[in-house]
């Protein structure tokens, strides 16, 4: 999800189909990672911290095999790691350990998965800027990494380097980790966040840091919630949208570029069945399958053809119909009805997954692994 920028050219994206054979994909900072329907793990681009997972540091332009052979029932990008679950019940994560990201105890960089420390029953793991967080079948969430804005939610401001459980009242479930904070809802559908909050991104008004879970205002019942670079949203029970949090880029979809640090609807009636946000700007999917994204747009992450950003859903290019999406730095990507990978936007370190370089402004087909 959640990277810096750097400059590259903007080309329309290549015609054709594409015959990726992933089941999921997941876009980070600078890198993007797929998995099968049969739980193998596939990554590609920036790999300068081994956030690919391949025993190497070497970047990739093509889906390159992670390490090890494990099969994963899930997978979550950082800014520059990864982690996922597989399945022996353990969670694993790889690259990036200078704050304690990884959870393996020590801040020293992997590049091949290495299991989160304290054999915890994980359900499911999310990789954020420099923190990580899962949750556990009993409803217990755990997070580890960097902790300056309390993005552990442990009451403290101590980065750790192995899990610890975050102070709740309720049980979690849907974790999100977004560039210094988290986020994650009940099985009753409220939404909580902690960590970093003076954009405005933990939805509870307040405008400033929390380093233990506070509830969103407005009392909306949420699916899922998912936390971006500095700004947060949510689909709710109903199929309502709502994003909150800094908004310079228009990445809250509401036509206006104010911050907002309490959930607001994103302007428009349609009725989504999913949503990612990524570093400033946000996609969101609708129940039959039409993709939209807005906010910033410099290099194509938007998808519409265009580099211009935008502060209401525009409608991603090509008429294709997805059944998921994922929102990165500055880069987007997607799996069709038909079991198709295509990504759009950023392209300067192969994080597209096209085997070229040049950014794209409209859905350009995977490679295949």
Do not use: K
């Not at 993007?32 to 920036?46: P, R």
């Not at 909050?197 to 307040?206: F, P, V």
């Amino acid at each position: 999800m959640l990277a810096a920028s750097a400059c590259g050219g903007n080309e329309e994206g290549p015609s054709g189909p594409a015959t990726t054979v992933f089941a999921s994909i997941l876009a980070g900072g600078l890198h993007t990672c797929g998995l099968t329907a049969g739980g193998e793990a596939f990554c590609w681009g920036l790999n300068d911290d081994g956030q690919l997972g391949d025993g190497t540091t070497s970047g990739r332009s093509v889906p390159t095999a992670v390490s090890g052979g494990r099969v994963f029932t899930s997978l979550s990008t950082g800014t520059p790691h990864t982690c996922g679950v597989a399945t022996d019940g353990l969670a694993y994560c790889w690259g990036q350990n200078e704050r304690g990201q990884l959870g393996d105890g020590t801040v020293v960089n992997r590049s091949t998965p290495t299991a989160v420390a304290g054999g915890l029953p994980l359900e499911s793991v999310a990789a954020g800027g420099t923190h990580s967080c899962g949750a556990a079948a009993d409803g217990t969430a755990y997070c580890w990494g960097d902790n300056a804005n309390g993005q552990l939610g442990d009451g403290t401001n101590t980065s750790r380097e192995l899990p610890i459980a975050v102070v709740q009242a309720v049980e979690f479930e849907g974790m999100s980790a977004g560039l210094a904070h988290s986020c994650a809802v009940t099985p009753d559908g409220a939404g909580y966040c902690w960590g970093r909050g003076r954009g405005g991104q933990l939805g509870n008004e307040s405008g400033v840091d929390q380093n233990a879970p506070v509830a969103l205002r407005g009392g909306l019942q949420f699916a899922l919630l998912d936390a971006g670079g500095l700004h947060t949203c949510g689909v709710t029970t109903a199929g309502e949208l709502y994003c909150w949090g800094t908004n310079a880029s228009g990445q809250l979809g509401n036509g206006a570029n104010i911050a907002l640090a309490s959930p607001v609807r994103v302007a428009t009636e349609a009725s989504f069945a999913m949503m990612t946000g990524g570093l400033e700007h946000t996609c969101a999917l609708t129940t039959d399958g039409t993709a939209y994204c807005w906010g910033r747009n410099d290099r194509g992450q938007l998808g519409d053809g265009s580099t211009e950003n935008g502060n209401i859903p525009v409608p991603v290019a090509g008429g294709l119909r997805f059944r998921s999406l994922t929102a990165g730095g500055l880069h987007s990507c997607g799996i069709t009805t038909s079991g198709e990978a295509f990504c759009w936007g950023a392209n300067e370190s192969g994080q597209l997954g096209t085997g070229s370089g040049g950014d794209l402004r409209q859905p350009g087909p995977v490679s295949n692994p």
